[in-house]
Nanobody, 119 residues
Framework: QVRLVESGGGLVQPGGSLRLSCAAA????????MGWYRQAPGKQRVLVAD???????NYADSVKGRFTISGDNAKNTVYLQMNNLKPEDTAVYYC?????????????WGQGTQVTVSS
């Protein structure tokens, strides 16, 4: 089993910054992709950004130039640096991982962390 531990959410004013972290723990043979999704009230969960174990990144258009995703393979941890936050970034942010666990590729989700951008 794999457990994802998220941290770093909170309340911030527009234009501010937050850094989210997600650490994966468990019987992980290898990580393929780690990423962040978000879900605003009444809306579907959507991809924010993800990163492969090789360092290739992918961003939603709405966050390009403001958010940066990075990973530490040795620690099985992914970070999301969020700058110039806007009220429309308000959502619950979920960590997502694709990894090989005992020879099987599985997907895992974190419990979610609230990010609120408001003055």
């Amino acid at each position: 089993q794999v457990r994802l531990v998220e941290s770093g959410g909170g309340l911030v004013q527009p234009g501010g910054s937050l850094r989210l972290s997600c650490a994966a723990a468990g019987s992980i043979f290898s990580l393929y992709t780690m990423g962040w999704y978000r879900q605003a009230p009444g809306k579907q969960r959507v991809l924010v950004a993800d990163i492969t174990s090789g360092g290739r990144t992918n961003y939603a258009d709405s966050v390009k130039g403001r958010f940066t995703i990075s990973g530490d393979n040795a620690k099985n941890t992914v970070y999301l640096q969020m700058n110039n936050l806007k009220p429309e970034d308000t959502a619950v942010y979920y960590c997502n991982v694709y990894c090989n666990v005992k020879g099987v590729v599985r997907e895992y989700w974190g419990q979610g962390t609230q990010v609120t951008v408001s003055s």
